[in-house]
């Protein structure tokens, strides 16, 4: 009933940069937290960015921090994500996830399909 769609993954160069977005849609009453975690192979999937529906709290991984910057547009029901100074790590799957009220009161925590970043040397 609902979905998230994730755009804006590819092929950079190390220190480039890339814009992830990600809309939800479907029945939607609300959407809460959003945001982006990653899986690199043989890894286990980690938290990159979160932001909460008002943008108020925003929480970023270490590693990440000064380099990615989450962002949201409420009336779009869209997250993104703009990734600078991007490091060599080979190719890394970013998934978007969410926690939205759909029009029926319920609460699911949902995920994207995973969306390709490569980041070459």
């Known amino acids: 009933q609902v979905q998230l769609v994730e755009s804006g993954g590819g092929l950079v160069q190390a220190g480039g940069s890339l814009r992830l977005s990600c809309a939800a849609s479907?029945?939607?009453?609300?959407?809460?937290?959003m945001g982006w975690y990653r899986q690199a192979p043989g890894q286990q999937r980690e938290l990159v960015a979160r932001i909460t529906s008002g943008g108020r709290t925003i929480n970023y991984a270490d590693s990440v921090k000064g380099r990615f910057t989450i962002s949201r547009d409420n009336a779009k029901n869209t997250v993104y994500l703009q990734m600078s100074s991007l490091r060599p790590e080979g190719t890394v799957v970013y998934y978007c996830h969410a926690d939205i009220t759909t029009i029926a009161r319920v609460t699911v925590v949902v995920w994207g399909q995973g969306t390709l970043v490569t980041v070459s040397s």
């Open positions: 479907g029945s939607i009453f609300s959407v809460n937290a």
